[in-house]
């Protein structure tokens, strides 16, 4: 019934949430032990108002009222139900939305200057001028004029032939052709377009500096509103490999805090990445195998494939047998700890294990018993433990927990290995495409950075990550690495110079404005249109032998965080490339933001799949490196293009067609040229490129005119000159003001690029280091709630889970039997948990078998044991205590 995938695509996959009833202002204000009657009668009128709040509901709720989050007018305060990391993205994405459009009415000056007649006349007076208003505004020149330069040679304009002209002499045949060059005639820059630009750079430097500070306050507010696992639990990194046994854990951890019994939960992890690996790959195969019984009642997992299936699928049917007789190999082994998680009833308790554990690395690595303040804090008398606040239970990648740093760092070789090339295919790829036309190009960008993605997320599968935080910063590194070159750097490196100023399609600043407009349009148009999920749902889903196969087609699309931030930063690192010359950018960046803001606000709410709940890592990732790489990459490009103007490598050669008369005599006159273009296109028609040069045009020169010469402004050419004031070239192409500028801008460049090495230095290198040797103790600005994890019924645990695509839950990796169920994190109301318990795969392998019995009596698969409290609290919920926090603000439980 496609009605019931739909309802289970709506009630399940997406996520909902529920009215919950936390306690009128009487109760919080009699709890303040206030008296009066003028305070009673207000108490009183408050009863009759009682005050409700909104919380996401846990996965599969049937037993209250839930409803969907509303697509388009969500909060930022309702966000935080999806974990910090999502409401810190999307807020970050409303603050640079407001930054890009400040810094483009700032720019307004310059904007108005560049379209003017005072920068360049043709563009108003002349009617063939084809500027949008836009690009009205950018430094684009229409205004140009040929000068004679006898030394040039075609082999300078190569790039641009339709940019010099030549003209064979009458008389003589065997004398040089007379050479003409294009010259930019556009007004030269002023100090006061100067000034406008290090007023918009001084702006954006202050602004993400408070963009990084906003993101640090509303990391701790969102951490401080939404109570989770994490603000009571410890990961324990460094266990002994045969440390099996949760009661000695939590007989352990018992002695932080100020009750007798402080763990509620104690989750040992195994390193049995293989054996885990290859059980979900079974139960993927039978799950495939069950898509085709047709009329099957999936409500029990299959364990064994039926006779009929066995003689349709003889291939898969060998497959499975392959996979239960690895698995059967594997179930003899003896699996050590590799991590080990504690869950404690009070955050005090929690706080208290870690100030009093934390040593640093090198006394960890040295077991420096005498770093500890307590020699019972030695775990069995003799270990010191490696201990830290754990992440959410949702983003623990349980098979990835055992990997040494030395695999780690070979992982990490070879798949940044993979992603250079990726980068390097991409630039050949974009390349050519410009050489088909710059429309064609600015599509291949959009496309290519919506499926190049795609691609490192299976690169990223390469890499062994603790938790989802890492996998998303690791995969945010690539993302953003492919398309700021894909996006804003190869149109520099691929335009010649000398397009820079140039209208025609194929230059520089017309290729930039359809970027941006196709990031404002296609890239949302293309999210929003879930091309792959409509298809799943309204072609695949209607062909399914079963409802199971029905529904699988209904799991919603994955949503990765570090790549979305890509798209962000992706739009300010353009944005900020190209200011100089297109300052308009900064308009089309903020327009593409918002449209990003709510088109993503709608996936997240009506499309994706369920995400884990992330932290801060890509966010603060962003504004310890890719933020300030940005504000780099502003400083560097001014100076650059500041300096390169008026980028059509002309330059004066001091002398006058009159003060060498017998050498230039022939310039003299009224002349009627044809570009090398031309002549080149008279015999390969090939090469003939679309600009403006007509097939042949008058030139006028007298003794007065200058005589000109080659002079290189490319700045690509040239890196040496980044820092200009270090520069000791003859810079004559540019004006009085334009020297000082571009002096200004290389000290910027200079101060940048200190700064920013600062910055990492103290933010990155020196807390690592002081955490290493152990002279930087735990320490955190959270407020204790003086609430109880007891008393939290929704909360996760952590439960050891994987994920698989063929099943809608996580198949859950431990036995089930010593835990609450309330505290997995989501329900399946029409299987149940034990559908996905992997406990059954391994007694169903192992019955009947008993040369596979374990004979060493450790455990297969991770355990996790729930210890309930020994005096029940008050001042509880169904749902969680709603209890005023010490702030005055109201907390909400994630579920």
Not at 561 to 578: A, D, Q, R
Not at 794 to 808: G, L, M, N, T
Request: charged share 20%.
């Amino acid at each position: 019934d496609i009605d019931q995938s739909w309802a289970y695509f709506e009630r399940i996959v997406l996520p909902r949430r529920m009215k919950v009833e936390i306690g009128d202002q009487k109760e919080n204000e009699e709890s303040g032990g206030e008296t009066g009657g003028e305070h009673k009668k207000k108490k009183k009128k408050q009863i009759l108002k009682p005050n409700f709040k909104y919380v996401r509901a846990p996965v599969g709720t049937t037993d209250r009222k839930t409803t969907l989050y509303p697509a388009w007018t969500t909060s930022g305060r309702d966000l935080a139900d999806f974990g910090t990391g999502i409401a810190v993205y999307f807020e970050t994405m409303r603050v640079l939305m407001v930054i890009l459009l400040i810094a483009g009415l700032l720019y307004i000056p310059n904007f108005e200057y560049y379209k003017s007649d005072n920068y360049d006349p043709h563009q108003e007076s002349s009617p063939s001028s084809r500027l949008s208003s836009v690009l009205r505004g950018s430094l684009i020149c229409e205004t140009f004029t040929w000068v004679p330069c006898p030394n040039c040679t075609l082999d300078e304009w190569h790039e641009t032939p339709h940019r010099i002209a030549f003209l064979e002499d009458g008389n003589d045949a065997d004398t040089d052709p007379m050479v003409f060059v294009m010259k930019n005639a556009c007004e030269p820059l002023r100090w006061q377009q100067g000034l406008n630009h290090l007023v918009v750079v001084a702006f954006l430097v202050i602004a993400l500096i408070g963009l990084s500070i906003h993101q640090e306050k509303q990391e701790l507010k969102y951490d401080e509103l939404v109570l989770t696992a994490s603000d009571y639990s410890i990961k324990v990194d460094n266990p002994p490999l045969d440390a099996f046994d949760p009661d000695e854990w939590q007989r352990f951890f018992n002695q932080f805090g100020q009750q007798q019994q402080q763990v509620v939960y104690v989750t040992v992890a195994l390193h049995n990445e293989d054996l885990i690996n290859l059980l979900v790959k079974r139960r993927n195969l039978l799950q495939k195998l069950s898509y085709k019984i047709k009329g099957r009642n999936d409500k029990e997992p299959l364990q064994l494939a039926p006779q009929e299936l066995q003689d349709e699928e003889p291939k898969l049917y060998s497959k499975l047998k392959t996979l239960e007789d690895k698995c059967q190999a594997l179930l003899k082994k003896k699996y050590d700890v590799s991590a080990v998680f504690i869950t404690f009833d009070t955050e005090y308790a929690q706080r208290q294990a870690l100030e009093k554990l934390t040593v640093g690395s090198v006394h960890v690595a040295a077991n420096n018993k005498k770093a500890l303040s307590n020699p019972q804090h030695a775990f069995r008398g003799e270990l010191v433990l490696d201990v830290y606040e754990s992440v959410e239970p949702s983003s623990i990648r349980w098979q990835d927990l055992d990997e040494t740093m030395f695999i780690r760092l070979c992982q990490r070789l070879v798949s940044y290995s993979i992603t250079f090339a990726i980068v390097y295919a991409g630039f050949i790829t974009v390349k050519n495409g410009f050489e088909r036309g710059s429309s064609f190009a600015a599509f291949e960008i959009v496309i290519l950075n919506i499926i190049v993605p795609i691609l490192f997320r299976f690169v990223n599968l390469l890499e062994s990550h603790p938790n989802e935080s890492s996998y998303q910063a690791s995969l945010y590194t690539k993302v953003c690495i492919f398309r700021w070159i894909n996006t804003a750097v190869i149109t520099t490196v691929v335009k010649p110079l000398l397009l820079t100023l140039e209208d025609s399609k194929s230059a520089l600043i017309p290729s930039v404005y359809k970027i941006l407009k196709a990031e404002i349009i296609t890239v949302p148009l293309v999210h929003m249109l879930d091309i792959m999920g409509n298809i799943k749902r309204h072609v695949l889903a209607p062909r399914a032998a079963n409802q199971a196969a029905m529904n699988s087609f209904f799991t919603g699309a994955p949503g990765f965080l570090g790549e979305k931030y890509t798209g962000v930063t992706k739009i300010v690192f353009l944005c900020f490339f190209y200011a100089v010359i297109f300052p308009s950018s900064f308009f089309f960046g903020a327009a593409a933001l918002g449209v990003t803001y709510m088109t993503e606000k709608f996936n997240l709410l009506r499309s994706w799949a369920p995400m884990p709940e992330l932290g801060n890592d890509v966010a603060k990732l962003s504004r310890q490196v890719f933020f300030p790489l940005a504000l780099l990459a502003l400083a560097v490009m001014s100076e650059f293009y500041w300096s390169a103007y008026p980028f059509d490598n002309v330059c004066e050669s001091d002398l006058l067609v009159g003060d060498d008369y017998k050498a230039f005599e022939r310039y003299i006159g009224n002349h009627t040229l044809q570009t090398a273009e031309m002549i080149i296109a008279s015999t390969s028609a090939k090469n003939l490129t679309k600009n403006k040069s007509p097939p042949t045009f008058d030139v006028n020169v007298d003794e007065q005119s200058m005589i000109y010469r080659f002079c290189d402004q490319d700045f690509l050419e040239r890196l040496s000159a980044l820092f200009a004031f270090f520069y000791e070239e003859k810079n004559d192409w540019m004006s009085e003001d334009q020297i000082a500028l571009t002096f200004i801008f290389g000290l910027v460049c200079f101060v940048v690029i200190t700064v920013f090495s600062l910055h990492i230095l103290w933010t990155t290198v020196l807390p690592s280091i002081r955490k290493g040797i152990g002279t930087e103790k735990y320490t955190t600005e959270e407020i204790d709630s003086k609430q109880k994890y007891s008393d939290q019924s929704p909360i996760c645990a952590y439960i050891p889970q994987v994920k698989s695509r063929a099943f809608p839950h996580p198949l859950l990796a431990c036995d089930i039997g010593q835990i609450d169920h309330r505290h997995i994190g989501w329900t399946d109301p029409i299987r149940g948990h034990a559908y996905y318990d992997m406990s059954e795969d391994v007694r169903f392998l192992t019955q009947n078998h008993e040369e596979n019995d374990n004979k060493s009596g450790n455990p297969v698969l991770s355990v996790a044991r729930h210890y309930k409290p020994l005096l029940a609290t008050a001042n509880t919920t169904k749902y969680g205590s709603m209890e005023t926090r010490a702030t005055g603000k109201r907390r909400t439980f994630r579920i």
